[in-house]
């Protein structure tokens, strides 16, 4: 097994260090300068859709919340999401030109399945964006795009969620080219950002280091809040999530702007926020909201790549030329920073108790 993870401590962290590569492979074929393909969808897929509905579980489900602002901002078309458990049960309106999407690293996750045999039942076209060939999902679904993260074999996901988010980068700017909502020219920019998503997610040692150091102040405490806006905010529950599946503790992922709306009142030195502060999303709005915790003595640790002087910690990300490579990097600084808290604690952090990798049961 330890020849398995080729020198790291833990699948999750060979998992982490994969994500550069993995997504190379997302990428591949489906790129031309000034066009994304999809030849897995067929000819005029989105036609005749208006409305896009997403369903999912767990972190499938954060990579589904971050697509809902891409479909929305780039392709102009009308997006919710949904946790699938709660789908299944809500005596859903699903019109004939909703296209439903599920997602799901497995493919066999018992609830995700069930929302789209509704789906299908009802006759709505349906897709999957899934890792696993060949699995229940990809049987049924009218289309599949697969992810390519080949087996995530840590519980808590990583390189799944990484490939979901460059699928989904990738279908907001398929269904603008279609509908025709981006210029060529601004296809062809991201496009060139979208090739830049590989490099974002290298870590370099001094990186990994200092947050391995960092991690020691961030075992003890009342719980953890992290926070940020837009797509960052999607984030800040997938880093949440992680840290609560595999350092059992407690951690909420909130909206920035929305913490004085109440969890601003746990505001106290033992209160941890980790807080996401991109240079290109809503910087001055998302700084003044840290800025408040502050000021109520929080302990703050801010991931920018700007200098920010009112955090106890601060981990310095590089600076790029998107929001969504922002997104990346910062997704990998999460990423570690459970991992290397778990560790400290002593933690199985491939097996965390209480987890499975795949639900199939409801
Ligand atoms: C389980 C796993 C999670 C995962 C969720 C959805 O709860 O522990 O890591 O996000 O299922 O799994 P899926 O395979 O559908 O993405």
Request: hydrophobic share 40%; with cysteine; aromatic share 10%.
């Amino acid at each position: 097994l330890s020849a398995q993870k080729e020198g790291y401590r833990f699948f999750m962290e060979k998992e982490i260090y994969e994500q550069s590569s993995v997504i190379t492979d997302t990428l591949l074929g489906r790129l031309s300068d000034d066009a994304v393909i999809f030849d897995e969808l067929g000819k005029d897929f989105f036609e005749a859709i208006n409305e896009i509905k997403l369903c999912a579980c767990g972190t499938s489900y954060h990579s589904a919340l971050t697509a809902s602002y891409l479909f929305e901002r780039y392709a102009k078309i009308k997006t919710s999401v949904e946790v699938a458990s709660e789908f299944r049960y809500r005596s859903p309106i699903m019109s004939k030109e909703t296209l439903f999407v599920v997602i799901s690293q497995s493919g066999e996750t018992a609830d995700t399945l069930e929302t789209l045999k509704m789906a299908k039942k009802a006759g709505l076209k349906t897709l999957v964006i899934c890792n696993v060939d060949n699995s229940s999902m990809v049987r049924i679904a009218d289309k599949t795009i697969l992810t390519r993260a080949g087996i995530e074999k840590g519980v808590a996901s990583t390189k799944a969620f990484a490939t979901q988010v460059t699928v989904f980068w990738m279908l907001a700017l398929h269904v603008a080219q279609s509908k025709k909502t981006l210029t060529k020219d601004e296809l062809t920019q991201h496009i060139h950002y979208l090739r830049a998503i590989p490099t974002s997610v290298h870590i370099e040692d001094a990186m990994h280091e200092r947050i391995k150091r960092l991690s020691k102040r961030y075992l003890h405490g009342h719980g953890f809040f992290f926070i940020g806006r837009d797509v960052f905010f999607p984030l800040a529950l997938e880093g949440a999530l992680k840290l609560k599946e595999i350092s059992y503790l407690h951690a909420e992922g909130y909206p920035s702007g929305e913490m004085k709306h109440g969890p601003i009142a746990l505001a106290d030195p033992e209160l941890f926020t980790i807080a996401l502060l991109p240079q290109h999303m809503l910087y001055e709005k998302s700084k003044s909201n840290v800025e408040e915790l502050s000021a109520r003595d929080s302990t703050i640790c801010a991931i920018s790549p700007l200098e920010f002087d009112k955090a106890d910690d601060f981990i310095q990300t590089k600076k790029h030329e998107h929001y969504m490579l922002e997104f990346f990097e910062m997704m990998v600084v999460l990423q570690l920073l459970s991992l290397e808290i778990s560790i400290r604690l002593g933690n199985d952090v491939d097996m965390p108790r209480n987890l499975a990798k795949s639900v199939t049961v409801e």
